[in-house]
């Protein structure tokens, strides 16, 4: 029977988790941890309080304590976590410290469950298609991938000091669905929706269900390596928007840079900066390998896109009791 | 695999996002082809019926018409659609990428190429002499250049499939070369076109040379596919064994032709 711990408990995917593990059968119990006392108390849940950056050796006694076999890790990328913004680095610090209190000698723990970010991945023209977990990833210094790539560098030392420990990270595609937009999935959202002119990119969404349920099934089979994780399909950007039910609205192929606060404020619409690359080139990753591992995504792009399209419409009803005006960001 | 990636398509872009539908773009092209070029093709048989293969042309001319004449020209005689690998440069242009796309090129990407021929079964066209072939000096007309280094040999052994010599005569009579030009330390042939149209509309503006295609038997391999490697000197002599034969081929086309423009 498997003793689970989910960090980062309090992040939209943290409660997904723990719903996701509760339910699966033979777990003996689910424990959410947050190291922030401020997010303990989530709608519907109790999480544990346990400090583990700087000083892991709290978390090391309480993964002992509580007998904990397997570690799921979702505050690794903000963003990926739904929370943040997808300038956010990737929290490398908090992740060795994970790895020193599951390395440390009383530990029983033999999984550990990364949610990583597909934003390892470069964006260019340069990029094939499907961008697969072997590729070799360009060495840049003091980036969000950079410091993405550090953690897992970490995380994959740990495997190989402890052969016992099943190290799973699993680099997930932008995600969306069930209230949660990361930055691609806000920015379909609105009405209208920025389509830059001349160029139409192939992208790649997530649902929260599908990343709760693909972090889930890593746990259970304790699979070891890197894994790409999205939902079903791909979709160009035009395409996307339609499925959303949103209007489009052309846009220079240039990001908004310093103008992007009075953008936002006037309500115009606008590429922010983070999304320009993306945008003009795409970015779709592979789910060959876990696929072949034994998962499989439910939902497919165009539901995501629909259901995105039919939550932000609510939302901008709800907001102001009736139908907002165009140009005007939910 | 496959499956996965069919499910959300639009109706008529697929994966790579080619446009499924005929359109404007290919009826203008279609007029071009049947009458100002007049193509006509041997040894279609060679082509696979529904297999992968890779096609390699000989590549001249100044914005050359090769890719589009055996794109359009295979999918009208044959019902087979074609890829063509391009540059990635090609595609941070707005509107020229996008239409790129559309028509079935692709970023040229070693991934790329293998999914399209392996996974998808594709037939993709590859230009092995590169951007050697248009700019090449009047000297060398209806000379092949040098193949590179076999990259493309590597391609079709890994993926498992054939290569198909597809000889082309006519297209770089297109765009004749009157001088040979240095421009910074990169060779510019200024053409005939560009001195009667000038450089725009002479870039565009081919004059109606008779194009002949001629399909070459398969080369098949017997290493096996998805290697991580093969031996670059046999990828060398695969493709100088190629080179040689389509040479063989084309002079063979030019000492029968009665006159570039009725061919």
Redesign the interface.
């Known amino acids: 029977m498997r003793r689970v711990v989910v960090t980062s408990a309090g992040t939209p995917l943290g409660l997904a988790m723990l719903a996701a593990m509760r339910a699966m059968p033979g777990v003996e119990q689910v424990r959410g941890v947050t190291s922030n006392e401020r997010h303990a108390r989530p709608i519907g849940e109790e999480l544990d309080v346990v400090p583990y950056v700087p000083d892991h050796r709290p978390f090391a006694e309480y993964l002992e304590k509580e007998s904990i076999d397997t570690v799921i890790q979702c505050g690794l990328v903000p963003d990926r976590s739904g929370v943040g913004s997808l300038e956010s680095e990737a929290d490398v610090i908090a992740t060795m410290c994970l790895g020193a209190a599951i390395a440390q000698p009383g530990s029983t723990v033999r999984s550990w469950v990364l949610a990583s970010s597909t934003a390892v991945y470069p964006i260019?023209?340069?990029?094939?298609?499907?961008q697969?977990e072997s590729?070799e990833l360009p060495r840049e210094e003091e980036t969000l991938a950079a410091s993405i790539v550090e953690a897992e560098a970490y995380a994959r030392d740990v495997a190989l000091r402890l052969p016992h420990v099943n190290v799973a990270i699993l680099r997930l595609q932008q995600l969306a669905g069930a209230g949660v937009r990361g930055p691609l999935a806000a920015l379909l959202a609105r009405d209208p929706v920025p389509i830059?002119?001349?160029?139409?990119a192939?992208i790649q969404l997530l649902h929260l269900d599908d990343a709760a349920a693909a972090l889930a099934f890593a746990a259970r089979e304790e699979l070891s390596g890197v894994y790409n994780v999205a939902s079903?399909?791909?979709?160009?950007w035009q395409?996307a928007v339609r499925a959303t039910g949103h209007a489009g609205f052309p846009v220079l192929?240039v990001g908004a840079s310093l103008a992007e606060p009075l953008l936002e404020r006037l309500g115009i619409p606008h590429i922010p900066d983070a999304l320009i690359d993306l945008l003009?080139?795409g970015h779709v990753v592979?789910?060959?390998k876990i696929?072949t591992a034994g998962w499989?995504?439910r939902k497919?792009?165009?539901e995501i896109l629909a259901e995105l399209g039919r939550e932000s419409r609510q939302v901008s009803r709800g907001a102001s009791g009736r139908r907002k005006g165009p140009f005007r960001a939910n | 695999m496959a499956r996965t990636f069919d499910s959300d398509r639009s109706p008529t872009l697929d994966r790579w996002g080619r446009d499924l539908d005929r359109s404007l773009r290919d009826s203008f092209f279609d007029a071009a082809y049947r009458s100002w070029f007049r193509v006509e093709w041997e040894g279609l048989e060679h082509l696979p019926e529904e297999s992968g293969a890779l096609l390699v042309s000989n590549h001249a001319g100044m914005m050359p018409v090769d890719g589009g004449v055996i794109q359009h020209g295979v999918q009208e005689e044959t019902g087979r659609l074609v890829y063509l690998l391009a540059h990635h440069g090609f595609f941070r242009f707005p509107f020229v990428g996008r239409t790129l796309k559309r028509s079935g090129t692709v970023v040229a990407h070693p991934d790329n190429a293998h999914r399209l021929l392996r996974e998808d079964g594709r037939m993709v066209l590859v230009f092995p002499e590169g951007e050697k072939g248009p700019v090449k000096p009047k000297s060398e007309r209806y000379r092949l250049q040098r193949f590179g280094r076999g990259g493309f040999i590597e391609t079709a052994m890994r993926a498992g499939v054939p290569i198909v010599p597809i000889v082309l005569m006519g297209t770089e009579d297109t765009t004749p070369t009157l001088l040979d030009l240095e421009i910074g330390g990169r060779r510019m042939p200024l053409t005939v076109n560009s001195v009667l149209f000038g450089p725009l509309l002479g870039a565009v503006a081919h004059f109606p040379a008779k194009i002949r295609a001629r399909v070459l038997p398969p080369v098949h391999f017997d290493e096996p596919p998805e290697r991580p490697s093969y031996p670059r000197s046999m990828l060398m002599d695969r493709a100088e064994s190629i080179r040689s034969d389509m040479q063989d081929t084309l002079d063979e086309m030019v000492s029968a032709r009665e006159s570039i423009w009725r061919g």
């Open positions: 260019g023209s340069h990029s094939s298609l499907l697969v590729q830059p002119i001349g160029f139409d192939t079903a399909g791909l979709i160009h395409e192929p003009r080139f592979d789910l060959a696929e499989h995504p497919q792009q165009r």
